[in-house]
Structure formats: C-alpha cells, structure tokens
C-alpha cells in the first residue's frame, strides 16, 4: 500500500482547546481521522506525525 506522511507543525495539538472561538472545536485527532479515512478511500496510508519544533519537522524529513 503506498503512504502518505502527514507532518502537523507546532501547536496543532492545541486545536480544539486553544481559544476553540477562534480556532473551532475540532482537534488535531478530528482532522487526522479524516485525513486517513481520505487517504484509504484512495488507497493510501496515512502516517501521521506531530511535532512541537521546527527541527524535529527538518529530521523527519531528511
């Protein structure tokens, strides 16, 4: 089955807690289970990754 790597910057686990006026209510785990079920509906896999720096999100990548 072919992937699909999701990277979620600094942050992202707030959405649905931080100032959920502002951001709506859905979460990051809202967002990522529609992502995959998006992703299956293609054939794909989806690997998520979340990351709170910048530097973590560069290493994944190289």
């Not at 089955?1 to 979460?27: A, F, W």
Request: aromatic fraction near 8%; avoid cysteine; charged fraction near 25%.
């Amino acid at each position: 089955m072919k992937q699909v790597l999701l990277i979620s910057g600094p942050n992202l686990n707030l959405l649905g807690e931080r100032e959920p006026e502002i951001y709506g209510e859905s979460s990051l785990d809202d967002y990522v289970a529609r992502a995959e079920s998006v992703a299956a509906e293609y054939g794909y896999e989806l690997i998520h990754r979340q990351y709170n720096d910048e530097g973590s999100i560069v290493e994944e990548i190289q």
